[in-house]
Structure formats: structure tokens, C-alpha cells
């Protein structure tokens, strides 16, 4: 009966192991990629000035 479960599972995986892994791997590689642009689009607005930048800029106008 393990025999039967085993090679089920080998041809489950054989069948959607591979194009699942690379989903999930797609996936991950766009969340961090996309996490990382969030992250730079907070240290800088879009004209490219940080924001500690654009502080300083008001804080001398004044």
C-alpha cells in the first residue's frame, strides 16, 4: 500500500511539483522586487530628492 502511495505522490509531483515551485519562485521574485521599490520610492519623491533633503530645503527658506 506505501508502494501505491509513493509512486502516487511521484507522479503528482512529477505533474505539478515543478510548474508549482516555479510559481512560487515567480512570485517571491516579484514581492521582493516590488518591496524593494517601495522602499526607495519612500527615501526619494519623484524629482529624485530625499526626503531629509527636501526637510533641510524648508527648514532653510524659512
Known sequence: ???FFSGF?????G???V??????LIILVIV???RRRKKKM???DWMGHSSV???EKDNKKK
Do not use: C, R, T
Not at 510548474?19 to 512560487?24: A, E
Open 1 to 3: 500500500m506505501s508502494e
Open 9 to 13: 505522490f511521484n507522479i503528482l509531483y
Open 15 to 17: 505533474a505539478f511539483g
Open 19 to 24: 510548474p508549482l515551485l516555479l510559481i512560487v
Open 32 to 34: 521582493v522586487s516590488q
Open 42 to 44: 519612500k527615501q526619494e
Open 53 to 55: 533633503e527636501k526637510i
